[in-house]
């Protein structure tokens, strides 16, 4: 299938960045996420590790609850945290859920407009960021000293462009003479309008910069695994154990960063078994 040409390309991104400078920069991921989340956030006497957990399963409510646990209110020393649990604990049930409704309810008026082809494409994307999610912790915790909580919230947020830009796609629809065409403009832009997202939302700069490098095959540093490695690393790990994909590793040739990993197809497999107990956390907080 013909990818879309340049001048259409250059009119859709065109809209999309002038809307990044937006104050509140909100937009769907999963309804059927953002839902879960509305009944699961009213549960009687809930704890604040399950409270963490809730909001750690939607990108966009995380980075909110993130952005207001920084700000001056409640964070006087400055000090930035990337840790929802501490975030939650920072802001009170009461403010948690408030915030976690008034952006439910913006993602919900949202959703309405968008087509069922875009809305599926956005729930395969919610699942995947949740298993790299996982991966990111279990290969922080296990394998380097990069903070595993970081690890997660990087990669719950490491393809938030990609929604932004699916979102954005289903008001210019006409400029798209296929699905690849569309997918080719994610895969072109997603990173950088990612980057850019996390920067309006006033996300850590280290996870920043991991989701802008981590799918840079030539990104390279000194001295020990730092976030994008670990990112780099889940990634690559979430598409070789899914069956639809076709980025599986070849262990006679694996890329730089799971070598320097030390990791081979057994230990891979164990990763595998980690992060589904991770996963099924994440899904049992939401039912």
């Known amino acids: 299938m013909e990818p879309t040409t340049n001048n259409n390309e250059f009119e859709f991104i065109q809209g999309l960045t002038a809307d990044l400078s937006a104050p509140v920069l909100i937009f769907p991921t999963s309804l059927d996420a953002t839902m879960r989340i509305r009944r699961a956030i009213l549960k009687d006497d809930i704890s604040n590790d399950l409270l963490a957990r809730i909001i750690g399963t939607e990108p966009v409510l995380s980075a909110q609850i993130l952005k207001l646990s920084n700000s001056a209110a409640f964070n006087p020393t400055g000090k930035m945290n990337t840790e929802l649990r501490v975030a939650t604990m920072r802001l009170g049930y009461a403010k948690v859920k408030n915030l976690t409704v008034a952006v439910g309810m913006k993602q919900l008026t949202e959703h309405k407009d968008l087509n069922k082809d875009i809305s599926r494409l956005m729930d395969g994307l919610w699942s995947r960021s949740l298993r790299v999610a996982s991966f990111s912790y279990v290969v922080a915790k296990n394998l380097t000293r990069v903070n595993p909580e970081s ?16 979102n954005r796609a289903n008001n210019y629809q006409s400029l798209f003479i296929s699905q690849r065409a569309l997918w080719n403009v994610v895969d072109a832009w997603h990173s950088n309008i990612g980057a850019a997202i996390l920067d309006n939302w006033a996300i850590p700069e280290d996870i920043r910069d991991a989701v ?76």
Request: hydrophobic content about 45%; charged content about 25%.
């Open 151 to 166: 690890a997660l919230l990087a990669g719950l947020l490491h393809d938030v462009g990609k929604f932004y830009i699916l």
């Open 212 to 287: 802008q490098n981590f799918g840079n095959l030539e990104y390279v540093h000194h001295g020990s695994f730092d976030l994008t490695d670990v990112l780099f690393a889940a990634d690559l790990l979430d598409a070789h154990f899914d069956e639809r994909s076709q980025r599986k590793l070849d262990w006679e040739h694996v890329p730089n960063v799971i070598a320097k990993l030390n990791l081979n197809e057994e230990k891979c497999a164990e990763l595998h078994e980690l992060m589904k107990v991770e996963l099924d956390a994440f899904m049992s907080a939401i039912h």
